[in-house]
């Protein structure tokens, strides 16, 4: 068998910060998911119209939790971030929409794949690291 695991979580990921470093553990956990199915020969089965609007929905609460944490504490790249959050949310809208129409999957997982190596061990690290620095507890 192939390597059943897409993305592979390791504590280097980790941004410090319990709940962020969470729900980052459930994408990827949910990336893997899809990833294992498809080696499985699932297919479509598996990403299909339901999936997709709970992955949508997951990703918009996730941004939400991360921008009251960035709120709080009076991160002041703030309205930039949220910027970068609204570009993936068109992204992912997109890339869902593509999956629905072509029935390929493969697009979300990468789509996800390149977010992950992105926007969340790039740009959130920035965040995390100002907030861990500045000895706020959230």
Not at 98 to 124: C, M, S, Y
């Amino acid at each position: 068998m192939k390597n059943p695991l897409y993305i592979e979580w390791n504590e280097k990921n980790n941004l410090d910060i319990p709940i962020i470093d969470e729900q980052h553990r459930a994408f990827i956990a949910l990336l893997n998911t899809f990833h294992y199915m498809l080696q499985q020969g699932k297919g479509f089965n598996i990403i299909n119209k339901n999936r997709a609007i709970i992955l949508q929905h997951f990703a918009e609460i996730h941004f939400k939790v991360e921008e009251d944490i960035m709120a709080k504490a009076g991160y002041p790249l703030l309205e930039k971030h949220i910027e970068k959050h609204k570009k993936i949310m068109r992204g992912i809208h997109k890339t869902v929409q593509e999956v629905l129409t072509t029935g390929d999957p493969l697009t979300a997982l990468e789509f996800v794949r390149d977010w992950w190596l992105t926007h969340i061990n790039k740009q959130d690290r920035h965040f995390c690291d100002y907030i861990n620095k500045k000895g706020i507890n959230i």
